[in-house]
């Protein structure tokens, strides 16, 4: 229950918020009437709070927002020290510096009470509390005559942590218990982001807790954090790495274009024994066939029309370490015979010469090709196949790794603001939504260029859906783009019916039951069906206005 007055000496009363000098503007206060809408109010608050990564800019844009838009005068954010237990001033709107040096206990001052008791004070003139002339309510520098104060409580977890303290101009026809009520909602809305921030910093302070991945990483001597993905499948692939980095057992590398089938090979050669031997990459689809046999096995001189000079292969460069056959489905008929023998016998000639040499090298080969449908049609041979397809590691298409497109995404999005020198932090919800519903053809390799061109384009700092390219929007929005069924097609219009209703609702199935004009069972069974997490639409029901 709010309270009208405080019976409190005069002391304690002036420890509420610090008493200011008065304001240096001159202009004429705003008229009472000219505030903005307060669920617009609320709306802009809420994505500030939504997108400051750090919580004092945040706070200071939310009461700029306040002093703008909701007729108010003076206001501070004041936050409880819980090792001193003493309340100080955090941001402050319209208040002198000594504000923010004033700190007083528990029960003291005005705003003192507030923290310790979690209830609101309202006092609605000023001038008419005894105890809050010291205050000033007279301010002759902006030409008002008359205040009205309130404070609410900034509670977490149903514990008082702070208090908002507010100065309004005064009208006799206003509704202050509205408008506590309003103040008691961006009360709120701090509260959970103050409590979001305290919890990354707690996470920041305490020791890091072995991830999923350390074992396999102290087993490697490879760090894994830099191959994103925490999905069953690339579990699975971290788990094949360790177990066959140590050895000296020849891989193939299975995967669509685009799926990191090169950093793979990379922890491979890194958890292996040859670690600080050579990694020597070549990419066979990239040389003509003419050119792949002697970049491979070197060249004497006068071998062919411009040999000038004996050159060595990759096989040589590669003594001892690890050479790196990229598509290798790309190797012409000639080539793959010399490489079986190289499997067999590790001896090697360059192209022209007749010294036989030892290769000492692991090998370690990818592929997009179906090379079982190769062999079937006489375009790579079947031994050369059974030599390479020792360790067979499947690297699955980003489609299929649904929990890891959110991981790549920020992961991009934090490498590529730091090259484009851009200060963008988070991705919106609607882009998250499309970025999990595009079928990814390109894989990995799409994705990283995706966000990079939003980051380009991107002129705030949250990338919404128009940064994205018109063919990943289509996509999303038709739901064609993958060749789907009719019945997927009809599954994805229902979810995506569902995604919004939960969004206006903030989450709340039962009230997106009744605007989908069905059952709350069927919506939560839907629910499950889809695999949602209604939790993650709560932050849009502050923003509706459906609570606090």
Known sequence: MATKSDKRSPRTLSQGVANPPAQQATAAPRAPHSEASPVATLLEIGETLASELELRPALERVLEVLERDAGVMRCAVMTLDAATQEIGVEVSVGFGAEAHRDRHKLGEGISGRVVESGRPILVTAVSREQLLLHRGAVEPKTGVSELTFICVPIAVDGKPVGALAVDLVFDDARDCEGAQRFFALVAAMIAQALK?????????????????????????????????????????????????????TTVLIRGESGTGKEMIARAIHHGSPRANKPFVKVTL???????????LFGCEKGAFTGAMARKRGRLE??????????????LNAATQVKCLRVLQEREFARLGGTETLQADVRLIATTSKDLEAAIAVKEFREDLYYRLNVFTILLPPL???????????DHFLARYSRAHGKTIRRISPPVIDLLMSYHWPGNVRELKNTIERAVLTCDSNTIYPRHLPDTL??????????????GDAVERYEKDRILDALRT??????????LLGTTERIVGYKVRKYRIDPQRFRAFRTFNGQGT
């Open 196 to 248: 979001f921030h305290r919890l990354i910093e707690d996470e920041r302070n305490e020791p890091r807790q072995e991830s999923s991945t350390r074992p396999l990483e102290r087993r490697l001597g490879y760090d894994l954090s830099k191959m994103v993905g925490t999905s069953r499948p690339m579990r699975q692939a971290y788990e094949q790495i360790a177990q066959v980095a140590p050895t000296n």
């Open 505 to 514: 609702t903030g989450g709340n199935c039962a009230q997106a039951a009744r």
């Open 317 to 330: 460069l590669a003594d001892g370490g690890t050479l790196f056959l990229d598509e290798v489905g790309d």
């Open 473 to 486: 929007r289509t996509a999303g929005v038709s739901g064609t783009a993958s060749g789907a069924s009719l």
């Open 285 to 295: 689809g990239a040389l003509p066939h003419t050119l792949i046999e002697s970049d």
């Open 399 to 409: 489609r299929e790794r649904g929990p890891d497109i959110a991981l790549l995404a």
